[in-house]
Nanobody, 126 residues
């Protein structure tokens, strides 16, 4: 049973920072690409960032490029999303996801991932 547990969300003022974590279990973490998506109220869940199994390849949605950084620690089976210069439009539930492959295409769709976490709320006040 694959499980993903996100943490680190919260309320922050615009311009602030948060670091999300996602702890994975039930699958050999180092063989799986990982991703972050987000879903704002009334909107679809959209891609934020992804990282290859080794961490050597990353990609980002244009809306977060230069502000967010994805990373992973395979020894801890954890993927991170460092979010800086947060904006009110970053407000959403953030979901961690794992893929059955080690590498992903540029801006992978939701269907590229087979397991999801429960989400963590990020709220950015203006």
């Amino acid at each position: 049973q694959v499980q993903l547990v996100e943490s680190g969300g919260g309320l922050v003022q615009a311009g602030g920072s948060l670091r999300l974590s996602c702890a994975a279990s039930g699958r050999t973490f180092s063989t799986s690409a990982m991703g972050w998506f987000r879903q704002a109220p009334g909107k679809e869940r959209v891609f934020v960032s992804a990282i290859s199994r080794s961490g050597g390849s990353t990609n980002y949605a244009d809306s977060v490029k230069g502000r967010f950084t994805i990373s992973r620690d395979n020894a801890k089976s954890t993927v991170y999303l460092q979010m800086n210069s947060l904006r009110p439009e970053d407000t959403a539930v953030y979901y961690c996801a794992t893929a059955s492959t080690g590498y992903l295409s540029y801006l992978p769709p939701r269907t590229a991932f087979d397991y999801w976490g429960q989400g963590t709320q990020v709220t950015v006040s203006s």
